[in-house]
């Protein structure tokens, strides 16, 4: 058992901390809702989620009063398949219908029980927040390939760390795919785009990039939200695929380049 490890191993050691994350399994939950599927205290539910939580387990965020529980598949990847196959095959498994805010115009996004994709990564990177960010914006062909562009491996990505500016994928024939665009960028802190980002069915979404120093290295958190009738199999396959993007692609592109 490495060092790294092992604090996934003692969370995972707990029936009732492993119940926790099956239940996350299919998509976020609040605190409350996890309380209201044991027979014990909320105390001793909050003091599971802590332990999660420092393990890495499971990223919380809190908005306003509630606190929301995502299961975090880049630890569960690092540390085992055990949980990060049945993770992928169910994640987020409800759908929802078109809410009205979207036709209505309105920017901003519901929430995650109205998602119909809703997903968070964080993962702790070999490199400066300067360098990921530069690997998230201006050095994306080189690490963001196949098969997760919509126009082939001759495609290239391109992005500008400037506000507005595009993520767009060009084929060499001109073919051309609007990915998202920057809404807001604090370099080399935060960088958020809005648009579809390839989801297939979504009509709208947003992914989200929080970068923090953490000794010498760069704690990388991603939220990626969307609407849309989206298909089971689809929201797997992005929930699979950034923990591919970011945990294994990403990281060492970083490698090679330090």
Known sequence: ????????????????????????RGGPRTTGALCEAFAMTRFGVMKHLKVLEGS????????????????????LKQATDRWLSPFQQTWAARLTALVDRVSEGETTMPEPSRLALDVRYQVLLPATPERVFEGLTRNIDAWWGAPYRQGGEQSVMTLKPAIDEPLIETRPDGHA???????????????????????PGAVAGRVHYDLEAQDGQCMLRVAHTAIGDIDPTVRASFTAGWSDLLDVRLRKFLSLNS
Do not use: C
């Open 1 to 24: 058992m490495s060092e790294a490890t092992e604090p996934v191993w003692k969370a995972l050691s707990d029936p009732a901390r492993r119940t926790i994350l099956d239940l996350l």
């Open 177 to 199: 795919i609007l990915w998202a665009r920057i809404e807001e960028i604090r370099p080399p802190y935060r960088l958020y785009l809005s648009g579809r980002f390839a989801v």
């Open 56 to 75: 890495n387990l499971i990223v919380v965020e809190r908005r306003g009063r509630e606190r929301w529980n995502y299961l975090n598949a880049v630890a």
